[in-house]
């Protein structure tokens, strides 16, 4: 999966996935869902550029059913233009801020 090959990183910070309607060379409902996936292992925020906070849930409305409720899970964040997402320390590792919430929760 792409997103798998990049969820690691060194930094104890979590990874920041850009979301916009169309990244390069995967679907955004699969972009979010590989993204999902992978937060069983750490929390992982979703920086929605372009992308709805209803878009993102009802491209993860079949597959959070499927996890347990402890995972860490995902947090959303609304892009706000890049001069106001300069304190975002973590990497970014997809194509191409209020805080939203864990979708498990």
Known sequence: MLVMTHILSPSDAPPVIEVTRNPAGISMCQLVRDAYEAS??????????????EEVDAALDPIVPLYSLDIPGVKYVL??????????????????????????S
């Not at 990497?91 to 864990?102: H, I, R």
């Open 79 to 104: 892009f706000e233009g890049r001069e106001r997402m300069a304190g975002i320390e973590q990497p970014m590792l997809s194509s191409g801020a209020k805080s939203g919430y864990l979708k498990h």
């Open 40 to 53: 069983r292992e750490r929390q992982i925020i979703l920086l929605l550029n372009g992308v709805t906070v």
